[in-house]
């Protein structure tokens, strides 16, 4: 039988976002003491306690006051308090107009919300500044590849190891310049090269995964998947990527436990459509669309679970709700072709029934059992409305008819039984029809591979 199912837009498991020369590997077993220094790992709200009571101390030094305040300044925009970090930051800069650490923070904190051209002239600024420190370019590279400008990325990033080789950062983020170009066995030659000098770097290890995974080496993936969270088993993002892979490979349970675990460290609505997805692989629409549901709900402008919400409502047979959801995702993202090639077919579909049910369409409108003419239940119009459910209640009836006459040759009574059974199945039908997690199509199949069973015999 055809497939029915549209395509779903696909999710980049890639997490650019992350990109950063101020990461640092997650070691959930330590509790070293916090210290006001860069690349700190304490956490955002006991490094602002160590770095204020180093500035708060009268016996601080001019010098290690300003350094903390830079500190304080990252912490706080770890924490989303944006305009406080800008803030210490031009303070810093009022006191010592020339400390490119200061430049290097403020592009920092610019690149992570967004604005990658105020970033650009901070991070030029501090380059002028320090033209021989590494952490400059790597800075302004993660810039370049916020922007798309992968080359002028990579240019930077070389820089960066031409002053630093041993930069097990700037050869992570290079990785990922490569791979934003689609050159994936670079990007995974730079990972290597990284994880073979910080072994303990959880995020160099799922975005090697991602490329592996765009190279079809599914286990080499998973494993990459698995030792960032081993590594690191408190970013939901992670759990989420070993999900998308064992999807990929037809593990939907699997990839749900997984994507249950993303979700019960946050609710994002990345993470419900990819569980949603998963749920409509196996024909669990109404879970998918619940998930979509609370996708859209966190974020009512996020297109990709329209698009795939309205493959789900298809797939229940609901075109008017599928066109809906199609109408939606197209508006929202015009060059998205998946979702344009979504919502024309699904419009072709119900003109095409628009005939079949109004009897203009002689050559296909008795294709369904009965007389969709006359069709007054709602089950027998989602039958009529649709040609693929219209085709298995054909279908349906013929290897009814067949199996009736195989029992009528030997048995009368297996007729008798097998007509009762098949009067049930209708009544059931009737009755569940637009109940929550009753799926008509599927149990149309499973009465056709019963029927057919019973003809065989």
């Known amino acids: ?38 690349l700190s790992p304490a956490e955002p709200a006991k490094l602002l306690a160590s770095c204020t009571a180093i500035i708060d101390n009268p016996a601080t030094s001019e010098a290690d006051r300003l350094d903390a305040r830079i500190t304080r300044a990252g912490a706080l925009a770890d924490v989303g ?61 993660n810039a370049f590849n916020n922007a798309g400008k992968y080359d002028r990325a990579i240019e930077d990033y ?36 990284a994880i073979r000098l910080d072994p303990n770097n959880a995020r160099t290890y799922t975005n090697r995964g991602t490329a592996y995974g765009k190279l079809g080496r599914a286990e080499l993936a998973l494993q990459d998947d698995t030792a960032a969270i081993r590594i690191d088993p408190t970013e ?8 998308l892979h064992l999807a990929n490979n037809g593990d939907h ?21 990819d569980r949603g997805d998963s749920w409509q692989a196996i024909k669990q629409y109404d879970g998918a669309i619940a998930d979509y549901d609370a996708a859209l709900k966190l974020d009512p402008k996020f297109q ?36 344009t090639d979504n919502r024309k077919t699904v419009a072709l579909e119900i003109e095409r029934l628009g005939d079949l049910t109004s009897g203009k369409n002689t050559s296909v409108k008795n294709l369904a059992s009965f007389n969709c003419a006359s069709a007054n239940r709602p089950v027998e119009k989602a039958i009529c409305a649709d040609p693929d459910l219209a085709q298995l209640d054909r279908d349906m009836n013929d290897a009814f008819l067949k199996a009736i006459a195989a029992a009528e040759s030997g048995n009368h009574r297996a007729a008798l039984a097998l007509t009762r059974q098949q009067r049930d199945f209708i009544t059931r039908r009737n009755v569940s029809f637009g109940r ?22």
């Open 236 to 243: 939901p993002e992670f759990f989420d990527n070993r999900g």
């Open 81 to 141: 308090q944006t305009g406080k970090a800008l803030a210490e930051i031009d303070a810093v800069v009022a006191k010592d107009p020339n400390r490119a650490r200061a430049f290097r923070a403020r592009g920092e904190i610019l690149r992570q919300g967004g604005k990658t051209a105020a970033a650009l002239d901070a991070l030029n600024r501090a380059i002028s500044l320090e033209p021989d420190n590494a952490d400059g370019y790597e800075d302004r590279a």
């Open 304 to 339: 990709r679970a329209y698009n795939n919400r309205g493959a789900a409502w298809r797939g229940k047979g609901d075109r008017t709700r599928a066109l809906r959801d199609y109408d939606e995702a197209v508006r929202l993202d015009p060059s998205d072709a998946t979702a």
């Open 158 to 193: 070389n820089e960066a190891l031409r002053l630093r080789p041993d930069f097990a950062q700037a050869l992570s983020d290079r990785g990922a310049a490569w791979y934003f170009k689609g050159e994936y066995q670079k990007a995974i030659a730079d990972y290597d090269e």
């Open 436 to 457: 929550h997690g009753y799926d008509l199509r599927q149990a149309m199949e499973e009465r056709l591979d019963k029927l057919n069973g019973v003809a065989r015999q």
């Open 253 to 273: 349970a699997g990839a749900i436990a997984d994507y249950d675990q993303a979700i019960k460290m946050r609710r994002d609505p990345k993470f419900l459509t």
């Open 1 to 38: 039988m055809r497939s029915l199912a549209l395509p779903l837009a696909a999710t980049a498991v890639f997490a650019m976002a992350n990109l950063s020369s101020m990461a640092a590997s997650a070691d959930p077993a330590a509790s070293p003491p916090v210290v006001c220094a860069a």
